[in-house]
Structures are given as C-alpha cells and as structure tokens.
C-alpha cells in the first residue's frame, strides 16, 4: 500500500506543475476574453524570458547541491556594462554582448571559484556577490541608468522577426541548449551525480570542484544573457535592475520540481514554473487585482512545491 501511494506521489510531483499550469490556462480562457489571445501571449513570453533565463542557470545550481542568490545583481552589473559599450556609431552590437556575457561569465566564476576553495557555503559566498555585485553597477553607471543605446542593441529586447518578439527566440534556443547539456552531455550527468551524493560522486572519480565551477560560471552566463535583454527592452542600463530577480528564478525552479536538496530537476519542470509565474501575474493585472495578492500566491505555491518534495523524500 506504501508503495502504490509513493508510486503515485512521485507522478504527482513530475506532473502535478503541467497539469495545474494547463487548468489555470483554461480558467483564465473562459475568465477574461484578454487572456488567449496572440499578443497577451507574445507578451507573456516576452516578461517571461529573463526569469526564464536566470531559471534555467540556477536550476543547474540547485542540481548539484547550491544555490545563487546573486542573479539579481548579475542582470544589473552586466546590463550597465553592455549598455557602456552599446552607444549608436561606437562599436557593433557584437561588442556590447561580448563584454555583458564575459561580465557574467566573471562573477559566476568567481563564485564557483571562492565556494569551491574555501569551502563556505553557497548561500553565503553569493550573498556577497550579490552585495559585491549591486555595489559595482552603482560604480560603473556613477549612480545613474545609462540611456542613448543603439537600434541594433534595443533590437534584442525589443525587436522581432516574423512576428516573433526576439526574447521568445532566444528563451527558446537557450531551453534546448540547455536541455541538451543537462540531458545529454557527461556534464549534465555529473551535476545530477554531484547533487544527489557529492561524497559518493568524488569517490567515483568525479572532479566535483570543476563540476561546480562549470555550473556557477553558467548560471553567470544565462545571468548575464538576462541582464542583456533586460537591458534592451527598457533601452537603458539600470544600477538598481534585477532586484528581486533571484527569488523568481529560484521560485520557478522549485515549482518546477528541482529538489531543494540537489539530484533532481529538469529544464522543463522550470520553463513550466516560469510559464506558470508569468500568468500569474499575467492574469492578475487582467482580471484587475492588486499585485499585492501576487506575492501571497506564489510564497503559497513555494511552500506548497518544498513540501511536497520534503514529503516524497521522506515516503522514500
């Protein structure tokens, strides 16, 4: 009897996000003739794309065992960055996504690289980073957002192709690539190994510290991917952007079903627990209710996703 109820524990836990996902979508449809419609949903995958990106980065994190709560501060430092060098008649675009990836490439280095040699703990280790980090977009902007971008940078954010707005594009090419080196790549395998039994895992033969280096100086990468698209739909690099980020990446992970306690999450469980933030929001404003009650829901739906995670490990 244990069993059968464990059994279907578990295809709650992998399913129970898309199911509730799709119910609230068919509510929402029959609630408010705003909601299906192509460009209510254009613009759900627009807001959508930068926690999207910043999700997918933490979810490895998570994986193996950590965790980042320097993603806010990441999307400001690489948005101020991209945005110094992104100027009309200065450098091609090229150049400002160039040095906003390698800026976050950076910081996510640096913190795989401080919480691999010292030993402190993750949340530690980036909870300055993300002081270190806010502090250095104040630095760099002198306190004040950079505007006057060039066409060509605003594209990112803001642009489209084939009716397509071109944040979607790019969510959608990062959940495949993504997906692929979780899935398919030794990498991908090591982290879930890592996460699971970090002990077990070195005994194996597994370089955990490099594997730990790799995934902070990705969560740094797609950080900074985020920062720049943030950066482009709002045509100006912001000190102050990216506060509270961190929270709804790490909300759509553990919706999304990756376990607080590494070794288990996928990239599709968190693109569902992204999808599922954005039309909260989403209907929320359509159906005109204060954006207060946002915060009470989806503290509600957190707490209700580590539970049941705490839940199922203990039925094993």
Known sequence: MENRFTSKFRSFGQYGIFLAFVIICIVLTFSTSKFFTVS???NIGTQVSIN???????????????????????????????????????YPVIVPLFVGLAAGVGLGAFNGLVITKSKVPPFIVTLGTMTIGRGLALILSKGRPISNLSDSFNFIGGGNIFGIPFPIIIL????????????K??????MYAVGGNEQAARASGIRVNRVKMWVYTLCGLLSALGGILLTSRITTGQPN???????????????????TSGGTGTMTGTLIGALLIGVISNSLDLLNVTSYYQQVVMGAIIIGAVVLDSMGKDKN
């Not at 959608?172 to 899935?183: K, T, V």
């Not at 790549?185 to 090591?190: C, D």
């Not at 952007?241 to 376990?259: N, Q, R």
């Open 40 to 42: 209510n949903l254009m």
């Open 241 to 259: 952007a990216g506060a509270g980020f961190e929270l709804d990446a790490i909300a759509a992970a553990i919706i999304g079903g990756t376990s």
């Open 185 to 190: 790549t030794i990498l991908g395998r090591y």
């Open 172 to 183: 959608i090419l990062a959940f495949i690539i993504c997906s692929l080196l979780l899935n």
């Open 52 to 90: 999207a990106l910043l999700a997918f980065g933490v979810t490895f994190v998570i994986i193996t065992g950590g965790i980042d709560l320097s993603l806010g501060s990441m999307v400001a430092v690489t948005g101020v960055v991209a945005a110094t060098f992104a100027h009309p008649d200065t």
